[in-house]
């Protein structure tokens, strides 16, 4: 039998978000193609394989809703899931829908192009596949393109090296190694407690501290667990209505009005529970310095409590950006590790790494001679993935061009110019500042309702409207001017990759708002998008 070229939908990528459009475009009576770069289903999860990676939402909030049967039938173990256990639920959910036949693995999507005159997307891969669809739906993730900064003579380190987001699947021996860590963000944070376990020695090179809370991960109690299954339909509801996709309550109090024992019991109560509600103590540390000073003075003081040696302590407290505008993180035994007498910490702000020798790092001041390099640097977060692809809309114009100067879309769904193209936790949506699984399963949900919409309706294209999405990028900018975010060099941003447009690129109004909004225009009958037969 041929293999079939023409289908009414091709998506891209495997991870959480590919998997349930793909459930929703059957559901629609809709023949559909996936392509996955990676060998797998998971995305973030097939890859980020690093020791110590685990999601920082609590398990029984960072899976899927849609399914009754699957919320009561999967047990999560622990509190916060690892990936080895996020990946094998992911595979539970690829084979529980039978996902997979519908499915092109380690097949990386080049280019799509959308041909007025047939109404069609033209894609093609790396594996030689040219197929139409009616429908792109892009499932790429906002953290999926790794980058590596471009150290002089990286190439010329005789050991091995391994960026966080592309760990190898093969086991990697540490026992008695020296390994160098180059990063603290949520990934450093995560990896450099447990190669401290693992190796002889961990050298940490810290550009910029981070505030990170405890995670206290811990086995999921059993009937925590059943109460839990026993409520989600109000559980849901609430995550659903909040800032951030989470449960965890968010106090609407200002930290500038509480006495200062209020702060102090507050503080120390969310400190104790750990995780992201730690940041939901006061509404105004979001907007106002005074008030963030104080929730971040209460952070560095637990660093100076828990790290020995001062002047290391001194070095790890965050005083360059107010806590909460760059990626919140959480963590286990970070602060600590830097008491063990086989860590080190270099402070490369003051001397940056200069270049990559045979041995290892050098900056101004030392050769670090190291037999693994960990790369924890990060990603172009949000518009990477997207613009690694060649895409063109109407008339030719090319997607990258568009995006120059920032990605431009209304809803973070559709941009303008490219018709019947989808982007699940787009730019310009609160997906990287949410609970994950809200965001797509949200976005999943409103994209099957316009398609079946347009079905409906006997409409077989749709595209953003140029006003409704200049209008919605104005909106996006100036909540985020509302807020501290635009005062960290944050990825939110894009200030991390050389070059990129400094353009704070998430809906920072919460997805409870967002979801309101969404809905709305759907129920104005797609207000702000075009249609066409
Ligand atoms: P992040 O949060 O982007 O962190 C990257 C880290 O790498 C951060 O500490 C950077 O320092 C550091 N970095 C980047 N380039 C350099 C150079 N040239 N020299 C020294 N240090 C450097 O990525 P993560 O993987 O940790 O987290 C990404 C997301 O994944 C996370 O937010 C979760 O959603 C999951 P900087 O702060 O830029 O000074």
Known sequence: MTEATSFDAVVIGAGFSGMYMLHRLRGLGLTARLYEAGGGVGGTWYWNRYPGARCDVESVEYCYSFSEELQRDWDWTERYPSQPEILRYAEHVADRFD?????????????????????????????????TARFVITAVGCLSDARIPGFPGAESFRGESYHTGRWPHEEVELAGKRVAVIGTGSSGIQVIPVLAELAAEVTVFQRTPNYTIPAWNRPLQP??????????????????????????????????????????????????????????????????????????????????????????????????????????????????????????????????????????????????????????????????????IDVTGAGGAALREKWAAGPRTYLGLMTAGFPNLFTITGPGSPSVLSNMFVSIEQHVDWIADCLRHLAESGATVIEADADAEDAWMRHVGEIAAATLFPRANSWYLGANIPGKPRVFMPYAGGVGTYRAACDEIAAKGYEGFVMSR
Request: with cysteine; charged share 35%; glycine share 6%.
């Open 99 to 131: 996902l997979r036949r519908d499915m092109r693995f380690r097949t990386r999507v080049t280019r799509a192009a959308y041909d007025e005159a047939a109404a069609r997307w033209r894609v093609e891969t790396d594996r030689g596949d040219r197929v």
């Open 223 to 388: 009937e925590y667990a059943r109460w839990v299954k026993d409520n989600y339909a109000d559980i849901r509801r609430r995550m659903r209505d909040s800032l951030f996709g989470i449960a965890a309550s968010f106090n609407t109090g200002s930290a500038l009005e509480a006495s200062e024992q209020e702060l102090r019991e507050e503080l120390e109560a969310r400190w104790a529970h750990g995780g992201p509600g730690f940041l939901g103590a006061f509404a105004d540390t979001a907007v106002d310095p005074r008030a963030n000073e104080l929730v971040a003075e209460f952070v560095r003081e637990k660093i100076r409590q828990t790290v020995e040696d001062p002047r290391v302590a001194e070095l790890l407290s965050p005083r360059d950006h107010p806590i909460g505008t760059k990626r919140p993180c959480f963590d286990t035994d970070y602060y600590a590790t830097f008491n063990r007498p086989n860590v080190r910490l270099v402070d490369v702000r003051r001397t940056p790494i200069e270049e990559i020798t045979a041995a290892g790092p050098r900056t101004a001041e030392a050769t670090y001679e190291v037999d693994v390099i960990v790369y924890a640097t990060g990603y172009d977060a949000l518009t990477g993935a997207l613009l690694a």
